[in-house]
């Protein structure tokens, strides 16, 4: 892939999370993405609009009924055409219809809700479904440029603005335009003249509801914005929980999150306060056009152009024409807002991953040997800020390789380019001879286990934290990789053993415990390639001697890369890397490395003269540990 390349898709992936995304109400090429979705279900679709065209027509038709009343039996009874018996009896009979209007109409209405619901919530089943796999198939690039808070809030959020307009937006619009029109076409109908007259309130109505849907989208904007913001840094307070307790930071936190839930407090009532004034301004245009109305009406009556009955239906279709208007006046705030979700939804869909998928993938050669070999590999988070520089070195297969070197040194970035979450910028890295940007991830990741210093825990059980769901890892491999870990002992004292609850990231166990799990979950795979990264850095001095021993006896006849601080943990390993600055400075066994007195020899000796509390005192552009961790670094930086 080309440097431009790559640079666009970074951009990308930084882009999609704008939070003024807010267009036209009503999107034709959104739409057409929409449908991709919406098509699977149609025939539900379909249903839900046919009985909405024949619920508007039976809204309608009490109106004809009470002119119907008032013209026919009640005129001829008030002129003597017809007694009292012939009164009630027409009256029950248009009683009946118009009853049997209503259980008709109460009905359709009922089962098309049911369609209608059943269309939004299967299709944003596999909207959400959709956004998911995307997020989840993205690179780690993907989630150093874009907030876990912001995704939830796509995936989340934004789909249910959507489903909102599906299941009450976009029915409910269809159902007040076709009823609108309709009304139209029946005030102009009745009396043309009248209906003219009564359309002069219009003209002023329009003009408020475009300011209601201008402010609107402004203050919807707002308010989406404010929720995204909310949602990030919630999801950082509460992950971060430990660090704002340890060091006294709730006051802080509480007031940042309380600046932040004003700011969207001051956002919805923007909203309200135009809600405030548009519908009262409806209802006096209303109230003007029916002045209107008993003015020239009651003119017409007595002219002759116009019989009693036809007035009532008009007085009463005028009641029902502006209930329409306000309700399209506020879907089209809901449905601006529903296109502004879905083309932040469409946008995380189209960001492209930078590790393209390859199209007829190589596979790696059966049985795995563990050959690793890093060729000429330049690889940079940002563009500019090289983390590793022409680095080349060669793991033979079953070999014991051990990475040193200070932060920001570049060691966690082999581990991650070595299971392809990053593409090389330049060089290759291969595995038994097969450049990883030929390979099937999944094929890669199933030949290699990582342990990583900061273990993850998911909400389960501790069997399920050992099998990650994988039906491959039988009980009794999960059993057999915690005895070989030492693991065995503390889960054979929880209350339920490997059936105990897990909290979320493992809330109710020791950190030693959760690396004790993570090298179980490694082992249960039974990796060609297994790489520790810091992985015993985090554990007290007896748990570290069982895992030290469980790792020694389990590494043999596998390749292993080990990365660590501690440098009394890589003495037995057969070769030894030390990165500075992003270079392969020196390589070979410890006591190779010792001898040279180069960088790994000042290291060690700085190290244990810490710890034996010998005073040392480097000169500038020693080896130094984090002290010479480049300006700026960001990750390993990570």
Not at 579 to 599: D, N, S, Y
């Amino acid at each position: 892939m080309s440097g431009s390349e790559r640079d666009k898709r970074r951009e990308e992936a930084d882009s999609f999370h704008e939070e003024d995304v807010l267009g036209k109400a009503i999107d034709m090429r959104l739409l057409r993405r929409l449908w991709t979705f919406i098509r699977p279900h149609r025939a539900w679709l379909y249903f839900s609009m046919a009985a909405l065209t024949v619920v508007s027509a039976l809204d309608l038709l009490p109106t004809h009924l009470i002119k119907v009343a008032v013209d026919g039996p009640v005129a001829d009874f008030a002129a003597g055409r017809i007694g009292t018996d012939g009164l009630g009896g027409e009256m029950a009979r248009i009683a009946a219809i118009f009853g049997a209007a209503i259980l008709v109409s109460f009905a359709l209405r009922g089962v098309q809700m049911l369609a209608v619901n059943l269309v939004g919530q299967r299709t944003m089943l596999d909207l959400r479904t959709a956004v998911f796999r995307h997020i989840q198939s993205m690179p780690l690039r993907f989630y150093d440029r874009n907030p876990v808070g912001r995704l939830v809030t796509r995936v989340v959020y934004d789909v249910e603005s959507l489903n909102e307009v599906l299941t009450s937006g976009v029915d409910a619009l269809f159902h007040d335009i076709m009823k609108l029109g309709a009304i139209v076409i029946l005030l102009v109908w009745i009396h043309p003249a009248l209906a003219g007259v009564t359309f002069l309130v219009l003209p002023p109505m329009f003009w408020v509801a475009h300011l209601f849907r201008t402010s609107n989208r402004a203050a919807f904007r707002a308010v989406r914005g404010r929720v995204s913001a909310l949602n990030a840094y919630l999801q950082e307070a509460v992950t971060g929980i430990r660090v704002i307790q340890l060091f006294l930071q709730e006051k802080r936190a509480a007031k940042a999150f309380r600046d932040r839930n004003h700011d969207l407090r001051d956002a919805h009532l923007r909203t309200v306060f135009n809600y405030a004034y548009f519908f009262p301004t409806v209802e006096i245009l209303g109230s003007l056009a029916k002045a209107l109305l008993l003015w020239y009406g009651g003119r017409s009556i007595l002219g002759g152009s116009l019989t009693p009955g036809e007035f009532l239906q008009f007085f009463v279709l005028l009641d029902y024409f502006f209930e329409p208007i306000r309700d399209v006046s506020e879907k089209y705030n809901l449905m601006q807002s529903a296109m502004a979700s879905s083309e932040r939804i469409f946008r995380v869909l189209d960001v492209r991953s930078d590790l393209p998928a390859v199209e007829r993938p190589v596979r790696l050669p059966e049985p795995a040997r563990g050959e690793i070999v890093f060729d000429h590999v330049t690889f940079a988070y940002e563009p500019g800020q090289p983390v590793l520089r022409n680095v080349s070195f060669r793991v033979r297969p079953g070999e014991k390789v051990a990475v040193v070197g200070a932060t920001g040194a570049g060691k966690t970035t082999l581990t991650a380019l070595l299971t392809r979450m990053y593409d090389v910028d330049e060089g290759a890295v291969r595995i038994d001879g097969v450049d990883l940007r030929e390979a099937d991830p999944a094929d890669l990741r199933r030949r290699i286990a990582v342990v990583l210093q900061d273990v993850f825990l998911f909400a389960g059980n501790i069997e399920g934290n050992i099998t990650l769901g994988d039906p491959a890892v039988t009980r009794e491999r999960v059993v057999s990789a915690a005895r070989a870990v030492h693991a065995d002992g503390f889960i054979g004292r929880l209350p339920a053993g490997y059936d105990t609850p897990v909290h979320e990231r493992g809330a109710t166990l020791s950190v030693g415990q959760k690396q004790l799990l993570s090298f179980a979950r490694a082992l249960a795979r039974d990796p060609s390639i297994l790489v520790l990264d810091e992985a015993t850095s985090s554990v007290d001095s007896a748990t570290e001697a069982l895992v030290q021993d469980a790792v020694e006896r389990l590494l043999e006849g596998r390749t292993a890369v080990v990365v660590a601080h501690r440098l009394s943990t890589i003495r037995s390993c057969d070769r030894i890397l030390v990165f500075h600055h992003g270079e392969l400075r020196e390589q070979g066994t410890h006591a190779e490395l010792l001898a040279a007195g180069g960088l790994y020899a000042r290291l060690y000796e700085l190290q244990f003269a810490a710890q034996e509390g010998v005073g040392h005192h480097p000169v500038p552009g020693e080896f130094t540990g984090d002290a010479e961790a480049p300006a700026g670094t960001l990750r390993e930086r990570r």
